[in-house]
């Protein structure tokens, strides 16, 4: 799964958005970064300091994709021209919730010239969303496209697993 962001004719500057991200690396308070819990977890309180380890923004090469096998057929998917395709990849101690999507949603942002480092620092030191909240530029990307690639504990950590 993957997000796609509607035609809006501003084009995606790699570079400030990699800027954006590089922002959120280090220990920090995300509180301006996170949803507020729903139903049963509603006032629940949790600890809002994080760890960021690294955050890449890379450019995919999808000129090779092609998700049908000939000779059903031998374009590319969505047709002759490739998509631009971005992937952000996030590597951290522990993620509040939403947390991930919320980044990714002001990387993109950031990318598309809607915010700068200045704003995320902003946002960051006062805890506070509504420093970033301009509209349409503080968004959470959809869950649709969030993949759990993989969980590291420490050596030290000793699963048995259960049959």
């Known amino acids: 799964h ?3 962001l509607e035609k809006s004719g501003l084009e995606f500057d790699l ?3 990699r800027s954006v991200a590089s922002v959120f690396v280090g ?3 995300f509180s301006a970064f996170r949803a507020a819990f729903r139903g049963n977890e ?4 949790k600890e809002p300091i994080c760890t960021i380890f690294s955050i890449d923004v890379v450019e995919e090469d999808r000129w090779g994709l092609n998700l049908t ?3 059903i057929s031998t374009k590319l998917v969505g047709g002759s021209e490739a998509a ?4 952000i990849s996030m590597r951290g101690d522990r993620f509040l919730y939403k947390m991930a999507r919320y980044l990714s949603g002001v990387i993109i942002a950031a990318g598309l010239n ?10 960051l030191e006062s805890g506070d969303p509504e420093k970033m ?3 349409g530029n503080y968004i959470c990307a959809p869950a649709h496209g969030l993949v759990l690639f993989d969980v590291q504990y420490n050596k030290d950590v000793d699963f048995h697993w259960v049959k």
């Open 15 to 17: 570079e400030k958005a």
């Open 27 to 29: 220990t920090r308070d």
């Open 133 to 135: 909240a301009l509209p």
């Open 69 to 71: 096998s000939p000779p």
């Open 42 to 45: 509603r006032g629940r309180i």
């Open 84 to 87: 631009k395709t971005f992937a």
């Open 114 to 123: 809607k915010v700068n480092a200045d704003d995320v620092q902003q946002a």
């Open 2 to 4: 993957e997000w796609q």
